[in-house]
T-cell receptor, first 114, second 109 residues
């Protein structure tokens, strides 16, 4: 079955460390997205990618970095420059950017700074 | 970044009751989507709306695309405990979807 896989489900980071969250899809979707969700808040866009080797900053890109070397993969690195990284991170994909079919989401990674 | 306004922000209801929530925007959208997020999981698409005035059902869920194209509504009939979660609306922007702030639903058995 096609879908999006995020790993790990839970991740703990020490202050000052970089961590990378994995997102893999086998839906043959061109576009991929990373969102951050804080308790009681909506979804805030971090980065998105329309095609391989191209990506754009979203609304809260500071302290984060991404790469898109393969169509299937869109890893997110939370750097030490992100001062408040504890949150629930969601990866999503779509056939194309802004397509009417909407997004398919992964099951999320919960990142906690210890 | 832009977010759509959803109301209510949260609601507690008794099992069996009907639920209504809405989403408003200052911009016109050509597509409205409604998602449900279970606790600790990613959102799942419930209903998609493509035309102003459109009314679409999915089981006990009914959603409407507002005539002004700046709002949308979601109704849940005869709520059950598994309806608990966060409901998000999303409007199709130029390059990406804009998501609402979410309505958190809790159902009391």
């Amino acid at each position: 079955d096609g879908g999006i896989t995020q790993s790990p489900k839970y991740l703990f980071r020490k202050e000052g460390q970089n961590v990378t969250l994995s997102c893999e899809q086998n839906l043959n979707h061109d576009a991929m997205y990373w969102y951050r969700q804080d308790p009681g808040q909506g979804l805030r866009l971090i980065y998105y990618s329309q095609i391989v080797n191209d990506f754009q900053k979203g609304d809260i890109a500071e302290g984060y970095s991404v790469s898109r070397e393969k169509k299937e993969s869109f890893p997110l690195t939370v750097t030490s420059a992100q001062k408040n990284p504890t949150a629930f991170y969601l990866c999503a994909s779509s056939i194309g950017v802004g397509m009417a079919e909407g997004y398919t989401f992964g099951s999320g990674t919960r990142l906690t700074v210890v | 970044g832009q977010q759509l306004n959803q109301s209510p922000q949260s609601m507690f209801i008794q099992e069996g009751e009907d639920v209504s929530m809405n989403c408003t925007s200052s911009s016109i959208f050509n597509t409205w989507l409604w998602y449900k997020q279970d606790p600790g999981e990613g959102p799942v698409l419930l209903i998609a709306l493509y035309k102003a005035g459109e009314l679409t059902s999915n089981g006990r869920l009914t959603a409407q695309f507002g005539i002004t194209r700046k709002d949308s509504f979601l109704n849940i009939s005869a709520s059950i405990p598994s309806d608990v979660g966060i409901y998000f609306c999303a409007g199709q922007g130029t390059y990406k979807y804009i998501f609402g702030t979410g309505t958190r639903l809790k159902v009391l058995a």
